[in-house]
């Protein structure tokens, strides 16, 4: 079998878990419980992206001063906290981390 | 029709950050399946046939070291489990569309696409037009890819994936743009709770292959923050 092949199958089963539940959930009424458990889709699965890449940059553990990521992220925390502004939090993390690289 | 157009740019103009965070990974990705030893087009056609970052980064690696195709495609779709979660949780929004645009908003929906979509969703409801905002979002995030891609093909030769993150740690605008979104969603105890569990749960489960961990930690997350709601 070769690559084109697994592509394609590949992109097929990719395609079809997207689809599923968008499919699904318009058929048949979606139960209570898990309507209001898909609220809690968006922070969990958020955050279960970002923690790694703070405290685990590099594909190490590194709680410490010389994590820049962690520090540039802890402070675009605050800074989202509040301002609640999505382009601010962005460019602060940004420059703390160009900068702190820097020193 | 203004309306939609509305919603369509105002999708584009939320994924900016993204498309600046993925520019350099879809780089890397077309830099890394040459090294394995892909076709220029093969690299460039799985942009947009699987159009999923880690999914792409995986097979590369495996075609690379001549794993069985069979072991392949079961990895690909262990790694995109999670955007059965995604599907699920736009899915009531969603549910009023036409077959044609759930194909369509499904093919883009990618984690990058879902999070602004998602956020959109929770803090304006569901309005006529906000479909237009997922496709604007989707979209924009799919061009990025292909161009970041070719870029990736076309300077494969004289770029590792080290030089390009070095330059300037642009991949740092992910995270930061993930961030930018969830903080303000954070508005009771249990939306921190589930947060806060999810995070914690999934650097306990970084050690697990195939972003396992990234579905072991919405799950924990998703649970608590019921519960805790239940409780209240």
Known sequence: MNIWLIMIVGGLITFGMRFSLIYLFGKFQIPETIQRALHYVPPAVLSAIIFPELFHPNDTFDVSWTNTRLLAGLIAIAVAWFSKNTLLTIIVGMIVLLVLNLI | ?232
């Open chain 2, 1 to 232: 029709m203004s309306e939609a157009r509305k919603y369509f740019w105002e999708g584009v103009r939320a994924e900016l950050p993204l498309m600046v965070g993925g520019f350099p990974f879809g780089m890397i990705y077309g830099a890394l399946a040459l090294n394995a030893g892909l076709s220029n087009a093969a690299a460039q056609m799985m942009s947009s046939i699987l159009f999923a970052g880690s999914a792409q980064f995986i097979t590369a690696q495996l075609v690379q070291v001549a794993a069985p195709a069979l072991v392949i495609i079961l990895t690909i779709a262990v790694v995109n489990v999670r955007h059965m979660l995604y599907s699920a949780s736009l899915a009531p929004y969603l549910k009023d569309l036409s077959l044609k645009w759930k194909v369509l908003l499904s093919y883009l929906l990618t984690d990058e696409a879902y999070a602004p979509s998602i956020i959109k969703y929770e803090k304006d409801g569901l309005q006529p037009y906000s479909h237009w905002f997922v496709f604007g979002a989707g979209l924009a995030l799919w061009v990025d890819w292909q161009v970041s891609t070719a870029v990736g093909i076309f300077l494969g030769a004289y770029l590792t994936d080290n030089d390009i993150l070095q330059i300037i740690p642009l991949d740092f605008a992910l995270p930061l743009t993930f961030i930018a979104m969830v903080v303000p969603v954070l508005k009771n105890r249990a939306m921190i709770a589930a947060a806060l569990s999810a995070g914690l749960m999934a650097l306990l489960a970084i050690n697990l292959p195939y972003q396992l961990g990234l579905i072991v930690a919405a799950f924990t997350g998703i649970i608590v923050g019921t519960l805790l709601e239940k409780r209240s």
